[in-house]
């Protein structure tokens, strides 16, 4: 079992502790893993010196016992260091708080429009300009300096359906309101992209590099077209919510909606989410999901796949070609079909299980269908 996998599968097992000891405990137990494969132990037997999560879960829970109350779940012991700070942003909601201050109505410009425009573009070039858009009647900017030295300007041109801004002068902070008639958003610069109390119908937004955060959005569909960034999606509410992202992680947060992630390589996490349908594919990236989903499909080529209890579970389809997949399912409610080319099944329920040939086995009979498939890698029901 790789080391992501073995950490995951113990802080799933810890949610019930509070944040701080969870931390400590996955840290610890990195510590001690690394140590081990330093002194040249191979993966099977470094789990076998630290026990498997489950007896490093039991271990834990009979010496700190659960704290009472309600507690969010942190699933990513391995992003860096900037990333981890990010998303405690969204956890704490002080993420809110900080970009608020930039959409104030005060020093805003308004940009008379002779003709409605469904798309905007952002051409800031490879400029640090952070880009900020919230929803308003009128289309309105506002450029700053990000730097004292800076002196910014605007340049804004129109055609027929587009209207594009060219603000020139460094480091800037741009902020929009924009009207429900733009349904496409460009953004070409170096900067980041926040977008918070966006409503709309639909929404194409396309980001070149650096991150993109959506919080509190109202939007009916909305896709997001990444080249080489990362997405955050959090507190939003789509019908239809589709990520393509040619290299950077996606996480989506305590929202709803129906949900399409591609990345080609990337790690896709989604929590605390709702919807009907759920389909992420990652050509090289972690796919980790504890949400509640009526279908599940999930394809990744070099990764692995963790899968948090899902209680309205109908459909579940997981494969990987190179990668564990770990499962926390409600027992009795599933029938699961189980195929390992080259790896294990671990069952850690109380359902028997039927083997139909070399690498195939079937558990539970309750209506839900799961079918999990790794070429290269272990299987894990709990």
């Known amino acids: 079992m790789k080391k992501e996998t073995y950490l995951h599968e113990v802080e799933l097992g810890l949610f019930d502790l509070a944040e701080d000891l969870r931390k400590d405990i996955i840290h610890g137990c990195e510590i001690e893993y690394d140590a081990l494969m330093e002194d040249g132990y191979t993966e099977e037997q470094v789990i076998e010196e630290l026990g498997t999560p489950e007896k490093v879960i039991e271990r834990s829970l009979d010496t700190y016992g659960p704290k009472p109350g309600p507690q969010e779940i942190s699933l990513f012991p391995k992003l860096t260091a900037s990333l981890a700070y990010a998303f405690k942003q969204f956890q704490m909601g002080s993420y809110v708080d900080k970009v608020e201050k930039?959409?104030?109505?005060?020093?805003?410009?308004?940009?008379?429009?002779?003709?409605?425009?469904?798309?905007?573009?952002?051409?800031?070039?490879?400029?640090?300009?952070?880009?900020?858009?919230?929803?308003?009647?009128?289309?309105?900017?506002?450029?700053?300096?990000?730097?004292?030295?800076?002196?910014?300007?605007?340049?804004?041109?129109?055609?027929?359906?587009?209207?594009?801004?060219?603000?020139?002068?460094?480091?800037?902070?741009?902020?929009?309101?924009?009207?429900?008639?733009?349904?496409?958003?460009?953004?070409?610069?170096?900067?980041?992209?926040?977008?918070?109390?966006?409503?709309a119908d639909n929404i194409i937004l396309e980001k070149s590099n650096k991150s993109t955060y959506i919080d509190h959005c109202r939007i009916g569909a909305l896709r997001a077209v990444c080249t080489s960034s990362d997405t955050y999606i959090s507190n939003s509410r789509f019908s239809m919510l589709d990520v393509q992202a040619k290299s950077g992680d996606v996480q989506v947060e305590k929202s709803e909606g129906t949900v399409f992630i591609s990345t080609k390589s990337?790690?896709?996490?989604?929590?605390?989410?709702?919807?009907?349908?759920?389909?992420?594919?990652?050509?090289?990236?972690?796919?980790?999901?504890?949400?509640?989903?009526?279908?599940?499909?999930?394809?990744?080529?070099?990764?692995d796949i963790?899968?948090?209890?899902?209680?309205?579970?109908?459909?579940?389809?997981?494969?990987?070609?190179?990668?564990?997949i770990s499962c926390w399912l409600n027992d009795h409610v599933f029938t699961a079909e189980i195929f390992c080319k080259h790896g294990e099944f671990h069952n850690h329920t109380f359902l028997p299980v039927e083997r139909l040939e070399k690498q195939h086995y079937r558990l539970g009979s309750g209506q839900a269908s799961v079918a999990l498939t790794t070429k290269n890698g272990d299987i894990s029901i709990h």
Do not use: W
């Open 306 to 324: 963790v899968i948090r209890d899902n209680s309205v579970l109908e459909i579940l389809a997981a494969s990987t070609s190179c990668g564990d």
């Open 266 to 303: 990337g790690d896709v996490k989604i929590c605390d989410h709702s919807g009907e349908k759920c389909t992420v594919s990652t050509g090289s990236g972690d796919i980790i999901v504890n949400s509640d989903f009526s279908i599940l499909q999930l394809s990744a080529n070099s990764g």
């Open 102 to 199: 930039y959409f104030t109505t005060s020093g805003m410009t308004e940009i008379p429009l002779d003709h409605l425009v469904d798309e905007l573009i952002i051409d800031g070039g490879k400029r640090p300009v952070n880009v900020y858009i919230r929803s308003g009647e009128l289309l309105q900017y506002r450029l700053e300096p990000n730097d004292a030295d800076v002196s910014p300007k605007m340049k804004v041109t129109m055609d027929d359906t587009a209207m594009t801004l060219r603000p020139t002068g460094g480091k800037l902070i741009l902020t929009l309101f924009i009207p429900n008639s733009i349904e496409r958003i460009v953004v070409k610069t170096g900067g980041n992209v926040y977008c918070s109390k966006l409503c």
